[in-house]
Nanobody
Framework: VQLVESGGGPVQAGGSLRLSCFGYGRSFSDYLMGWFRQAPGKGREFVAVSTWGGTRAVYSDSVKGRFVVSRNITEAMVNLQMNNLQPGDTAVYYC????????????????WGQGTQVTVSS
């Protein structure tokens, strides 16, 4: 079972990036799929999660109104559209999957991607 992220890179403040994550090796239709991030010297931080049917999304306060998570259940894919990026958003972004219940704790997520770097310059 594997989660593979793509779409990171450098961007200037105020710009946008779109991250994608594909799940391989099992069906993820009965899993939450979401995103975390980790900045240098800091712990892994919840960003956003899409629920099982993709009908509900939960966001951290730091990204609410700027980031949008979307999901394609059939293709086991979850995306993160990041708008109005700021230097404080610089981090390695990780895709993760959990069987539930709905949680913002990294310890409740069973599967993780390898991470993709997002660097926002001022």
């Amino acid at each position: 079972v594997q989660l593979v992220e793509s779409g990171g890179g450098p961007v200037q403040a105020g710009g946008s990036l779109r991250l994608s994550c594909f799940g391989y090796g099992r069906s993820f239709s009965d899993y939450l799929m979401g995103w975390f991030r980790q900045a240098p010297g800091k712990g892994r931080e919840f960003v956003a999660v899409s629920t099982w049917g993709g009908t509900r999304a939960v966001y951290s306060d730091s990204v609410k109104g700027r980031f949008v998570v979307s999901r394609n259940i059939t293709e086991a894919m979850v995306n993160l559209q990041m708008n109005n990026l700021q230097p404080g958003d610089t981090a390695v972004y990780y895709c993760a999957a959990s069987p539930g219940p709905l949680s913002e704790s990294p310890g409740d997520y069973h599967y993780w991607g390898q991470g993709t770097q997002v660097t926002v310059s001022s």
